[in-house]
């Protein structure tokens, strides 16, 4: 009964550290454009390194 009450102070601790889902996820298209592109309403151009794509606002 002590270990089973240990597991479950462990777990509820380890589910009260866990961060939430970063806000600044985002569903982007996967095409690489070489430079910024009009992405249609809704949708942003962003910029990833060597690509940009349509992201989601």
Do not use: D, H, Y
């Not at 298209?29 to 809704?42: L, M, P």
């Amino acid at each position: 009964m002590k270990s089973f009450i240990t597991i479950i102070t462990f777990l509820a601790a380890f589910a009260a550290a866990t961060p939430a889902t970063s806000p600044q996820t985002k569903a982007c298209t996967r095409s690489c454009f070489a430079e910024a592109t009009e992405c249609g309403e809704g949708w942003e151009p962003v910029n990833s390194g060597a690509c940009w794509f349509c992201c989601k606002v």
